[in-house]
């Protein structure tokens, strides 16, 4: 009753809104444009993703805090989660220090990599999340301009009294020795002003510059000092065509984008400046109540851009989302806005890639489990298919008809499980009376041994051979106990009972490779038990070629040496021994002769 005065009392503005336990244990932090209108929908709906009804449920006292704006609501929320980690609440984790270039605050300004912030005045520029990136930049810098390293006070009387001698730097030729007065801080300071916009990724002002001195050294016939300045100009050029993906007047953009497992969303960022990703960062979301990608980008969104310190006032995306009045948000249909944003969700897709082979080494259950539930999803099934069986028939121009079984586990072959069938009651080439009789003696068997059945079976062919698989099933009453599908080999269309329409999986998915992969190897156990028996009834026959050699004596030929190619390496002495002298010599001359 006290929770339904809460919701009705709750102001139609927008806010955060925070779910706390009979404990007082905080539980969910969300934003709102409406705080009565979301907040009651959570007790209104009927929620179908368990977590969802569980935290329901655990919900004693509701508080929230109205602000202005849509805005305020997502920082306030942003920081909010992070402040108290509620259990229902996703979150960005990473617990990196990411490096900075830094442009300390002082007379004749020092340039260098850092770790630390601090408040003292000086520029920062970054994080950078890749160490090598900031280091490429950071040697660019220092093989175009010349800067002091050292930690010295430059004052200017400290330079007047001359306090400081020229150290190695200057004779080396990476210093103008600003220490001893021999460099302007005008001159020093034009430098930095250059390295202030090839940070930003402004590399067009330099150009122009080192250009306008290469043209003077060039002029006064100094051909040495020019093709120095022509260097720096090409080393500019070369960093420049690395770092730039489209055309130079996108600048001062964020990108994002996101792709979606069952358990797991991965959001990738640029960060665009004159045309050049100059930041690039993915990160890895655990997802808590089946939360949507719109919903999780957003979330991702203004937490990346608090982390990276972004100021940008424009952003590219997917899809829409909702960030408030003061970022303008466009989703690009085509041209170079939309090839950003595809390559951002190529990374986010590699990113993905990389971290389920990681997670397949260190973390195996985690690798099935994600599997497993993206089959179901992907196969429309009611369960996940934690053991499937695939029947392959294999018949070359009707002869010795055999068929195959082979049975997955977890989404890995469990080859002590798989089973050869020869076909009995079908005479000739019939594939589908083979699929019928094989699928009826496997679960025949399996439910006259009380064994587990699968929660999945997959037929190699099309509808007809699903049709006559179906018919076994029916018979023994297990219609609707196993999910059935076939898998068509030309177009790899996947067809379901009483479905005339195919499924086509998305030829990169991971529940098509594992359908693919049962199919192969059902084919191939089949091939083999094939080819095994045919060889057999080849050498059978060649014994009964044999001239004086009746049945009888191939038979106690087999029954004493066990197969027909052991019969044709064996000795004279061996073979007398079990048919007498004559038909011995009989064989062993016949093979000798071979």
Known sequence: MELEIQIKTLPSQPGVYQYYDKNGVILYIGKAKNLKKRVSSYFTKNHEYGKTKVLVKKIATIKHIVVNTETDALLLENNLIKKYQPRYNVMLKDDKTYPWICIK????????????????????????????????????????????SCNYDLSEKNIEIGKYNVCLDYHIGNCKGACEGLQTEENYQNDITAIRNIIKGNFKESIKCFYELMVHFSSKMEFEEAQKIKEKIDLLANYQAKSTVVNPSITNVDVFSIVSDESYSYVNFFKISNGAIIQSHTSEIKKKLNETDKELLELAIIEIRQRFNSQSKEVYVPFEVELGENIKVIVPKLGDKKRIVDLSIRNAKYYRQERFKQIKIVDPDRHVNRL?????????????????????????????????????????????????????????????????????????????????????????????????????????GLRNKIAIIGIAKRLEEIYYPNDPVPLYLDKKSESLKIIQQLRNEAHRFGITHHRNKRSKSALVNELEQISGIGSQTVVSLLKHFKSAKRVSLASVNELEAVVGNTRALKIFNYYKKK
């Not at 520029?123 to 950071?138: F, H, I």
């Not at 997955?408 to 469990?414: D, E, L």
């Not at 587990?452 to 509808?463: E, H, M, S």
């Open 372 to 476: 497993m539930a993206q089959m179901k999803k992907d196969l429309r099934l009611s369960k996940e298919p934690r053991h499937i069986e695939c029947f392959d028939n294999s018949n070359i121009q009707g002869t010795n008809p055999v068929a195959a079984c082979v049975v997955f586990k977890n989404g890995k072959p469990s080859k002590k499980d798989y089973r050869h069938f020869n076909i009995k009651t079908v005479d000739g080439p019939d594939d589908f009376a083979s699929m019928e009789e094989v699928v009826f003696r496997r679960y025949k068997r399996l439910q006259e041994e009380e064994q587990d059945l699968p929660q999945l079976i997959v037929i190699d062919g099309g509808k007809g051979q699903l049709s006559s698989a179906l018919k076994s099933l029916d018979v023994l």
């Open 105 to 148: 605050k002082e007379r004749f300004p020092r340039v260098f990599l850092t770790r630390n912030v601090i408040k003292d005045g000086s520029e920062y520029y970054g994080p950078y999340t890749s160490v090598r990136t900031a280091k490429a930049l950071l040697d660019l810098i220092k093989e175009l301009y010349q800067l002091r």
